[in-house]
């Protein structure tokens, strides 16, 4: 089968002939792929800023298709053994597409239990759109952050895949949603898409302003940190949850402790989600009939072309790559 | 009555006569005071270091006396109009001693739902020294950090009242307990009192190499902020609770995203407690049995003595004023 492979970091993914991976129906079943998507994980492999690299390999984490045993279209869960906590993955968590063979090839081996009905009313371009993304953005918003239909929710910097998804959810919720982001482009589509606010982060003051105006938020999603994080205290609601699941901007200062504790704030990592929060978010998905936001479809052929379209930046919504 | 004045901010207690407070039974009583205790809050009163100072006010957040309507040993909690939302108090929370007449005079009224039964195991001086740092450090410990019997508990900077009381709450909750100071006696004190760790915060690289030996916490509570704080996340468990009430160091600085989401930690701010934090902080100390520590006793007429000394740092446990 054709698979897009990473030989070595720093090295561009190349279309190789490799076998075909092992089954063992029931437990291991072999998929084979119509779509599949890009993550910042995958760039962040490429570029050698992840720990525990292994290659070959075979990127990508997220991907919809047809199980081979039985030929049921499915998407598949790429987190395994998330383990008995809730709170946090263990030790033994991996996520699909490094160590173990991901879904930039025609076709993937994973357990049984990674799969789950695509949902009837995407295309398996939507769908395996969603997996990955979807979870964490589940996760962000709605099992850290508490998310409850009539919150105020404030997406900082719209644009990338779970940013969108964290709108998309909480728009579905029922909450006032505000976004953020550096490109008018961005906020246009997002006010589009339904956002009841939408603000330019580099504008001046702006925190400071919607504060004064009494636009404070109940739930706050970021994937930035850095220096702008502590802004993000003044447009936060008494009681409310603040949740970093990225730190592209670097480490995080010159927070408040009197702000924090005065407000009851709480800041909250979250990164992926557990067995539970997949299939929550999928149910979720499927009853507000919510379709992940494709940014743009690239064959399989130019997956390295998808990579550094996503490494760009400039995407509103998913990356994803065509299979067959 | 007698009652330690603070008519402007950067004066002394005075002792003055002033008229008896007014009461309404059976909705507002008086309650002739035994014994008060004095928290940080009125020395940064006192300091002008708080919002909104109205003198002359008598200051004293904590008392245990007698209800002038019908005899009964009481202890006052010092929060009213917490309002619905357990998540944060209401903009219209206040504590006692500020604007209202507090604890430092012969008597105090309060509305009669702000009394409750003086612990009976207890002293009237080790009741007094119980209402408000056992609240903020029940509410710190046990509902914001979400303490359970056989966490591991690190409470940052030992010696105050409200963390030697966490300290204390955790023991008795069953939690292996750290402790840290830079004082080798408070950490020797609280070495007797039961910590099964404790560690001198000024030691070079201590939170890495606690870390090395892989001991992590649970639960870690902090009421100093600033440039440390960064280093807690070292020693923070997956999913662990870092719980912030206070910020004496200042603001918070070089902390790592990328730590707070793969270890999906919550940084949460705590101030004071809720009605029902109060009643259960209540309980708990009744159903164990704890004694409230207290550092040192002084007369009403020694107030300004007591404040000083407690502004002095070097005391472990409460500073209590006898009244009568």
Redesign the interface.
Known sequence: MKAARLNAIHSPLQLEDVPLPPMDPPHRVRVKLQAAALNHRDVWIQKGQYAAIVTPVTLGSDGCGVREDNGEPVIINPGSHWGP?E???SLAYTILGMPDDGTLAECVSVPADRLHPKPPHLSAEEAAALPLAGLTAWRALCV?GAARPGDRVFVNGIGGGVAWFCMQFALALGCQVYVSSSSEEKLAEARAAGAHGAVNYRQPGIFKELAAHNELFDVIVDSA?GEP??QLLFIAA??ARIV????TL??????????????????????MGSDADFAAMLDFVNRHQIRPRIARIFPLEEAQAAMDFLAYGAQIGKVVVRIA
């Open positions: 906590d709170r946090v993955q850290r940190g994080f502590a008494p009681g970093t699941y990225g730190g670097g480490k995080i200062t010159q927070l408040s402790p009197q702000i924090i504790f005065w407000k009851q704030l709480s800041i909250l990592g979250s990164t």
